[in-house]
């Protein structure tokens, strides 16, 4: 079992800058990927971010493209959205999500980008962006 603690959300005006966090506890950090999702009012969860076990695969969403980077501390057992530049459209609750044991191994953006691929998810924190 994985808990995932996702914190750092909050409002802000559009061009600001946010840094969410994502501690997770229950299982050896270091050996699955993870991944950040978000859900907007009336509209699906969508891919955000992900990044695989030691860093070394980095995946985004093309509307987060350029503003958002995601990385990970495995001596702190958290990773991390660094949101630059935000908009009015960031705004959604943004949910952390941790791989299964597999994913030690994924080498395809699918398993990265998918959220049917992810066992464990945090409870979300909330983003709102105002213009």
């Known amino acids: 079992q994985v808990q995932l603690v996702e914190s750092g959300g909050g409002l802000v005006q559009a061009g600001a800058s946010l840094r969410l966090s994502c501690a997770a506890s229950g299982r050896t950090f270091d050996s699955y990927a993870m991944g950040w999702f978000r859900q907007a009012p009336g509209k699906e969860r969508e891919f955000v971010a992900a990044?695989?076990?030691?860093?070394?695969?980095?995946y985004y969403a093309d509307s987060v493209k350029g503003r958002f980077t995601i990385s990970r501390d495995n001596s702190k057992n958290t990773v991390y959205l660094q949101m630059n530049s935000l908009k009015p459209e960031d705004t959604a609750v943004y949910y952390c999500?941790?791989?299964?044991?597999?994913?030690?191994?994924?080498?395809?953006?699918?398993?990265?980008?998918?959220?049917?691929?992810?066992?464990?998810w945090g409870q979300g924190t909330q983003v709102t962006v105002s213009s």
């Open positions: 990044i695989s076990w030691n860093g070394g695969r980095l």
């Open positions: 999500a941790a791989g299964p044991s597999r994913s030690l191994y994924w080498s395809r953006s699918y398993y990265f980008t998918h959220e049917g691929e992810y066992d464990y």
